[in-house]
């Protein structure tokens, strides 16, 4: 099988690296527009050759792992270029304008339009993980526009390296996620300007600062190349999510301001509640590991 | 040496794990309010035995790791009780109002107001762990106003729990806390109300939620007892980094409303930045290590 993966980044580069051991005969050509990148992903075996735009026509099965606006324009040439039984997946972070693209394309039934829900803060080939996606989820949109034997090709790779999948629309999809990842970006960005404008002294960051402010700030390492676009294309279900949380920090903030110490106690109470979700995130991965072992 | 631990938690309950492992001949007695964390803390032993409030003036050496208003109330009836060689420390999140407190005290050199960089979002007896103060920062605020041999004994005992002690008036503890401790706890607590307000149907939250979110929504287990009387002492500088975190969301909002992707790069660039600050604290971490193992 010839797997073309566009894009050898974290996403794609740990992609590849699980396919490889699921797939022996996989051979995986990578493309990629930075050459550092392609040189990277060569020398930590995530791809076995770099590739051209004109080798698709040989390919049997493309990963599309590359920021969000890139894909938008990209989707369709590859759909042009590919083979009737060619499979073309991604895992962009955003599902409703890329659908839109391609709903016309001759060959929309070539795509089955995914988001893996896995990452880390950090970007590149030599970020790439062995196992990044075991247990975790694969949402898919619009599943029933895609072949059926490609479907089918899909899932086996997708349950060979250990994800489970969950399917949605795209517009659902692009609410739900602004609020359980691009707004936490977005806190965790604005989260560290705040304490960088303030801390003009970083050797007093340093020794202050604990793990828990480490745990809420992580997420503003990751690449502004990659979320710039998602929040472009999301920017209606973002925007909406920002108001909502900074109506809520204003609400707290008055709260303390009038003394209402008590309602300020409910308000962390109430959210608290928060441990039985990610939790019931945890159980979920166990009880999938126990399925695994089976 | 008779240690009294008063409150027998997260804190209190580690520090005494730790001492224990390097005092072979501390013997902890144990005061806390609620009989089931005696209970719990007797069957962990983190304590060697129950003690009351009259037991005190055979202390040599008393934690008080208790929320922020009971230490208040408490901490002058705790030295107006121990002997004069008692070394009294604490480990309160907030130091300006508790020094206030003491200013006039006649045993106020009996008394070392700490603040030790460390925790979980967890609580309770059952939360404590061995190593939890491993190369984390105890902020030691008014040092000279403890007396001199106190100030040894104290010294000898965070050194060889492995602390690293930096020196700051309790104004500037306060202030500089409030930004990188105090306002991430509000950030996450206000994260995680804002998805659970919206996400009524929490299967959904468990499907789609990624390790950024448990990442950026941790603090938001915290305990409300103990961070409600934090946030009330500490009310003019938490006010002042939620006005400034509350204005820097607004204007990324606006940047997104008005379609300037442009800037909404370069805000996430420049505060990519905390890479090296995070980094640094890594680092530090490590030549900290190094410098134990010699």
């Known amino acids: 099988m010839n797997v073309f993966l566009i894009g050898t980044g974290l996403i794609g580069g740990s992609f590849a690296l699980d396919l490889k051991s699921v797939m022996k005969r996989a051979r995986i050509f990578g493309i990629d527009q930075s050459e550092k990148h392609l040189d990277e992903a060569l020398e930590n075996g995530l791809i076995d050759e770099r590739a051209e735009w004109e080798d698709l026509p040989k390919a049997d099965f493309v990963y599309l792992a590359i920021p969000v606006d890139a894909s938008l324009k990209v989707l369709p040439e590859i759909l042009d270029l590919v083979k009737d039984d060619c499979l073309v997946t991604d895992a962009g972070s955003t599902k409703e304008q890329l659908c839109k693209t391609v709903e016309g394309h001759p060959k929309r039934r070539n ?160 959210t608290n509640h928060i441990k039985d979700v990610l939790n019931g995130i945890t159980q979920d991965e166990q009880l999938k590991l126990l399925e695994n072992g089976k």
């Open 111 to 270: 795509y089955l339009a995914g988001h893996p829900i896995a990452g880390t803060e950090f970007s590149g080939p030599s970020a790439a993980l062995h196992g990044l996606f075991r247990n975790k989820t694969n949402i898919i949109c619009e599943v029933e526009k895609t072949a059926f034997k490609l479907q089918e090709r899909a899932l086996e790779v997708f349950n060979a390296i250990g994800m489970r999948i969950r399917y949605m629309d795209p517009a659902s999809h692009d609410r739900h996620i602004a609020y359980v990842s691009h707004l936490s970006h977005i806190s965790s960005f604005m989260l560290g300007k705040t304490v960088l404008e303030k801390e003009k002294n970083e050797r007093d960051i340093f020794d202050l600062a604990g793990s828990g402010f480490a745990s809420t700030v992580r997420l503003a390492k990751s690449s502004p190349a990659m979320w710039t676009p998602i929040f472009n294309q999301n920017k209606k279900n973002v925007l909406e999510t920002l108001d909502e949380y900074i109506s809520n920090l204003q609400q707290f903030r008055d709260l303390m301001e009038n003394d209402n110490f008590e309602e300020v106690y409910n308000e962390m109470e109430k």
